[in-house]
């Protein structure tokens, strides 16, 4: 029988005090202990919610209904705008500025007056010219008026002189004829007397010519001399006239002044070119632009969709979101061709009330080619190439596609137009899971 060995109690309370009591559990352990459970929970709750559903969205094919609907044609382009006419005001002939009455950014009427060259000199000429032409007036009014009265009195009176000293001569002469036939006068006594009865009758011919001439007035050749006469001053007149009204520059079409070249005093010259500098000589004196347009250059796959009076939505870069309504105005019958790309010009018609636009700013123009009413449309992203034919997948009820061919006509933004292949009724897919697209090289690769 095993014994059992009984301690006495001294030692009992001494093995008492020296025994230590326990230490408390640490906090950072706890911690510990209560983090990882959490963290645990976290993770679950992170797959649930976002890493299935995303490999879900991932996996799940995607579709689209084949529908009807309009599809608006746009022809996109870029230009910059453009003033429909542009010129450089210059004087016909050189001279010194004299004043200038419009300054940059004025608007101005055609007709109206821009600046006045110095026209001194003309004005000198100018004297002359319309002294020469009254005296040349009055010349032919003097020719064209014939002789006076006085002048038709004189030659009657000496044609009445005229005819008395021949009736002189003749009775003269009948008397000398029967004093010669009776002898009494000698032959030179009766010549003398002969030669000065012809006189006399040679003397009213000449009178009566004068008297005739003084009736009738003045030839026609005296006349047409003088009047040519009267012409040649009234040419030079004219020019010198031109000549001044030359030097008043008036503004060709109505406008903008765009940039002044020169300023009073200034010694100009008729040329066309414009110099930023005003200095002593200058080439003109202003610039000037009518109303702006826009110039856009449309590539040669859309020119044909292009007509006159086609409506267009313009953006000009430097006013984002404001839109400006135009019409087309001209297309270009010769090709542009930069870096082998082909376009053609096509202005447009641009209102601009406020005055915003520049010469030279960028702009997009989108021309508003038609529209299809009612077609068969799919997403453009669902169009694919199988074997070198252009197709859809097409949806089916058991989760599967098939790929179906279709040809395709206009695209326009994110849809394309099926003009055969389709009834409507179908889904088309715009996803693929991964491994499963169906989709070729041209080649059929």
Do not use: C, H
């Not at 004068?210 to 009736?215: C, K, N, T, Y």
């Not at 001209?330 to 018609?349: G, R």
């Amino acid at each position: 029988m095993q014994k059992l060995e009984v301690l006495p109690q001294t030692a009992t309370l001494k093995q008492k005090e020296t025994i230590k009591p326990k230490s408390k559990t640490k906090p950072w352990l706890i911690g510990l202990f209560i983090f990882i459970p959490m963290m645990g929970v976290g993770y679950f709750a992170y797959n649930q919610l976002v890493v299935i559903p995303q490999l879900q969205a991932k996996n799940k094919i995607q579709t689209a209904p084949v529908e009807r609907s309009n599809l608006t044609i746009l022809v996109s382009a870029n230009g910059t705008v453009q003033p429909q006419q542009s010129v450089n005001v210059s004087p016909k002939t050189s001279g010194i500025l004299k004043q200038l009455l419009v300054k940059e950014g004025d608007v101005v009427k055609e007709g109206q007056i821009l600046a006045y060259m110095d026209d001194t000199n003309l004005q000198g000429q100018l004297l002359q010219s319309q002294g020469n032409l009254a005296a040349a007036e009055a010349n032919l009014k003097k020719v064209i008026g014939g002789n006076r009265q006085q002048a038709i009195a004189q030659a009657m009176a000496k044609l009445q002189d005229s005819e008395f000293a021949l009736r002189l001569a003749e009775t003269d002469l009948q008397r000398n004829q029967s004093l010669n036939r009776e002898g009494a006068i000698s032959k030179q006594a009766y010549d003398t007397a002969l030669t000065t009865r012809d006189r006399a009758q040679a003397k009213v011919k000449q009178d009566l010519e004068a008297l005739d001439l003084a009736q009738a007035g003045s030839q026609q050749e005296d006349i047409d001399e003088a009047s040519a006469q009267v012409m040649a001053a009234q040419g030079s007149l004219q020019v010198i006239q031109a000549n001044i009204d030359d030097m008043v520059l008036r503004a060709p079409f109505s406008g903008t002044i765009g940039r002044k070249f020169a300023d009073p005093g200034a010694f100009v010259t008729p040329t066309t070119s414009g110099s930023a500098v005003t200095s002593a000589t200058s080439s003109s004196i202003l610039s000037l632009a009518s109303a702006n347009q826009i110039v856009a250059q449309v590539a040669e796959a859309n020119i044909s969709q292009i007509r006159l009076d086609l409506e267009a939505t313009i953006q000009v870069d430097a006013y984002s979101g404001k839109i400006f309504i135009g019409k087309v105005t001209q297309i270009a019958t010769q090709s542009d061709v930069t870096q082998n790309v082909t376009s053609f010009q096509v202005k447009t018609s641009v209102p601009d009330p406020e005055g915003l636009l520049r010469s030279g700013m960028n702009v997009n123009v989108q021309f508003k080619a038609g529209e299809l009413t009612n077609v068969l449309v799919v997403p453009t992203g669902a169009i694919v190439e199988q074997n070198g034919a252009q197709g859809v997948f097409v949806a089916n009820d058991k989760g599967g596609s098939a790929f179906v061919p279709i040809t395709v006509g206009t695209t326009v933004n994110d849809k394309t137009e099926v003009k055969s292949g389709l009834t409507g009724t179908e889904r088309v897919l715009l996803s693929f899971p991964s491994g499963t697209r169906k989709v070729s090289t041209p080649n059929g690769g």
